[in-house]
Each structure stands twice: as structure tokens, then as C-alpha cells.
């Protein structure tokens, strides 16, 4: 099987795909990390020089990369559901499941706000309430294609374990 973690910014995607791959015992492929290795630059830099379109091309034929892979978690970015036919991609894979890992925009907003220099989308905006306004927007617009996910997890009032637990016992 190989399991997507989908989810805005600052869900949790990367933290809990972790802990599930140690539990499973399968192989973890953090997105963001497998294209900054890629590309040999970071998504920071990436954005910077050459632009988010080039990113978003980069991204999605790097998601084609992985359709082949067996017992592996996958972490994506935030967008990556998101753009071109990136989600058909993920639903079409062979023994896939998505994961929606959903958070609300105040528990998105404290985590994020203080870690916004090292997301491109994120990183010019100056107060915590701008940057509630633009996460719920942006979550406005994203959830069509978060809520294709087979499976989606209430994350606010659990703690990293309590996520991995409840996963493992849907689908495992
Ligand atoms: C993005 C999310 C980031 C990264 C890039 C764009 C997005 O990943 O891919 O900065 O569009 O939401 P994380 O969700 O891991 O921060």
C-alpha cells in the first residue's frame, strides 16, 4: 500500500508520517525534502528564483515518480492535491489510500504564524489575524480537493499519536 497525507500548511502531514512509516515499518518520502533533493535547492529558493509555476510543474511530474512505490508513506506539500490533475494522479495509483489530515484555521493560524519565513506562500504576511483570513480563504478553496481523500481526520483536540492511532486502526 502506499498511503498519501494530504492537508494544508502546518497540518501535521510530515510529523505523523513519520511516526506511521516507524509503526508500519514502511519506508517514509517526506514531498517537500524528495523535490528540494531534486531540484538541489530548497522550495524557498525555489519559489525565489524560479517562480511558483516552475515549482508547480517540478511538483506535479515528481508525483508521477511515486505511483510505483510499495508500503511507503508519503507526506505531500500543502498544495500538491491541488494543481493540474495531481489528484487524479494520487487516486489513481495503484493500492493508494489519501489521508486528509484537517485542522481549523485558528489551530493552523497559531502554528503557522511563527513558522511562516520557511513557507514562500505564507512568508509576506505581517499579523496573525491577516494570516487567519488568508488560511481560511485558501482552505476555502482547497478543500475540493482535500475532501476527495478516502479518509479524513479530525486533528485539533488530538495529540501526533492519537492521529497515528486512529489511522492504523481504519485502515489497518
Ligand atoms: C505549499 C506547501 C508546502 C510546500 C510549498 C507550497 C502549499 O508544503 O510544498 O511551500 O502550496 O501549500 P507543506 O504543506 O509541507 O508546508
Avoid: W
Avoid at 28 to 56: C, H, L, P, Q, V
Avoid at 64 to 84: F, H, W
Wanted: charged content about 25%.
Amino acid at each position: 500500500m502506499i498511503l498519501f497525507l494530504v492537508g494544508y500548511m502546518g497540518s501535521g502531514k510530515s510529523v505523523v508520517g513519520q511516526q506511521l512509516s516507524e509503526i508500519l515499518g514502511y519506508n517514509y518520502i517526506d514531498f517537500d525534502d524528495y523535490i528540494e533533493r531534486k531540484e538541489n535547492a530548497t522550495i524557498r529558493t525555489i519559489f525565489e528564483t524560479k517562480g511558483e509555476i516552475y515549482f508547480r510543474k517540478a511538483e506535479s511530474s515528481y508525483l508521477k515518480d511515486l505511483s510505483k512505490l510499495k508500503e511507503t508513506i508519503v507526506s505531500l506539500g500543502g498544495g500538491t492535491p491541488c494543481y493540474g490533475d495531481n489528484m487524479q494522479t494520487l487516486l489513481n495509483t495503484k493500492e493508494s489510500v489519501c489521508v486528509y489530515l484537517k485542522a481549523s484555521i485558528p489551530t493552523l493560524t497559531k502554528r503557522l504564524f511563527n513558522e511562516r519565513a520557511k513557507r514562500p506562500l505564507l512568508a509576506h504576511i505581517d499579523s496573525e489575524s491577516m494570516l487567519s483570513e488568508f488560511i481560511g480563504k485558501h482552505i476555502f478553496e482547497r478543500a475540493p480537493f482535500y475532501e476527495q481523500s478516502s479518509l479524513s481526520i479530525q486533528t485539533d483536540d488530538k495529540s501526533i499519536s492519537e492521529i497515528v492511532e486512529a489511522i492504523v486502526l481504519k485502515l489497518f
